[in-house]
């Protein structure tokens, strides 16, 4: 069982920023896509972003292409969302997840498999 965490959530103001972190337990997670996904209250849960095993291949959903940044660490087996300018509608519970299909920059959600608890981001207007 992998075990995915994720921290760094928090309230912030309309144009802030903030940073997520999420940790995979796994030697293998250097293997291994990662993805970024949020669930807003009221809607499904959404693909936000992800990259590849490397690091050299990132993917965005046009929502949040231009102000979020994801990046990894294998070293570290981290894997960081940079988020900037920063909306009330990007208000959700950030959830990281490791990915299993190969077309995981698809964002469908069956091609994740472990999934950490998530952590609360809160934008104010």
């Known amino acids: 069982q992998v075990h995915v965490v994720e921290s760094g959530g928090g309230l912030v103001q309309a144009g802030g920023s903030l940073n997520l972190s999420c940790t995979a337990s796994d030697h293998t997670f250097t293997d291994v896509p990662m993805g970024w996904f949020r669930k807003a209250p009221g809607k499904e849960r959404e693909f936000v972003a992800a990259i590849s095993w490397s690091g050299g291949s990132t993917y965005y959903a046009n929502s949040v292409k231009g102000r979020f940044t994801i990046s990894r660490d294998n070293a570290k087996n981290t894997v960081s969302l940079q988020m900037r300018s920063l909306k009330p509608e990007d208000t959700a519970v950030y959830y990281c997840?490791?990915?299993?299909?190969?077309?995981?920059?698809?964002?469908?959600?069956?091609?994740?498999?472990?999934w950490g608890q998530g952590t609360q981001v809160t934008v104010s207007s």
């Open positions: 997840a490791t990915a299993a299909g190969p077309t995981y920059y698809s964002g469908r959600e069956n091609e994740y498999e472990y």
